[in-house]
């Protein structure tokens, strides 16, 4: 009986944290390039290409701008914008 609730309350913490940290959403006006590469198909280029229109262009107003960064495109978009967020000032 105590393997079994040892083995509840192990799985339990372990899903929790899993949503936990699931729940973080990486924001695109702050983001270094070493934060948007944690995310899956960005890599150093499409990180800087990122952060170099955020430059150019001041901050995102939404996470669907990011199609106007070179090499994002629809498909990428809906690709990563569960990740993102954009904080508003």
Request: aromatic share 6%; glycine share 6%.
């Amino acid at each position: 009986m105590l393997r079994k609730s040892l083995f509840a309350l192990v799985l339990s913490l372990f899903l929790s944290s899993s949503f936990a940290f699931a729940a973080d959403k990486i924001d695109l006006n702050t983001a270094t390039s070493e934060q948007l590469q944690m995310l899956n198909g960005v890599g150093p280029s499409t990180a800087e290409a990122i952060i170099q229109y955020r430059d150019a262009h001041g901050e995102f107003k939404t996470v669907d701008e990011l199609t106007n960064v070179k090499g994002i495109g629809e498909k990428k978009l809906q690709q990563l914008s569960e990740d993102l967020m954009v904080s508003k000032k």
